[in-house]
């Protein structure tokens, strides 16, 4: 199983930001998908989450009104819009694989290596 995001970089407050994730090695629609970021010195934290038909979708209080999961199938591809970006937003973003879209780290099962997303003041 490979997860792989891409997207990140540096953005000012107030801008956007997508981010991907290609998945290949497992049957990607059977997947519930998630983001979650780890800031440093903090714990890794849910962002948002997305059952495998993408019809049902969840998301952390901080970012809720700003930040839309969403996934292509054919392309075995989960997106992260984030809009309105704060300072505080800075973070590594992870993406994952589990069989259900729930907001803890144990229920998935694969992980990428993360990418960077910088947001200055």
């Known amino acids: 199983v490979q997860l792989v995001e891409s997207g990140g970089g540096l953005v000012q407050a107030g801008g956007s930001l997508r981010l991907s994730c290609v998945a290949s090695g497992l049957p990607f629609v059977g997947y519930a998908m998630g983001w979650f970021r780890q800031a440093p010195g903090k714990e890794r934290e849910f962002v948002a989450a997305v059952t495998w038909s993408g019809s049902n979708t969840y998301y952390a209080d901080s970012v809720k009104g700003r930040f839309t999961i969403s996934r292509d199938n054919r392309k075995r591809t989960v997106y992260v819009q984030m809009n309105s970006l704060k300072p505080e937003d800075t973070a590594v973003y992870y993406c994952?694989?589990?069989?259900?879209?729930?907001?803890?780290?144990?229920?998935?099962?694969?992980w990428g290596r993360g990418t960077q997303v910088t947001v200055s003041s």
């Open positions: 994952a694989a589990g069989h259900r879209a729930g907001s803890r780290d144990h229920e998935y099962d694969s």
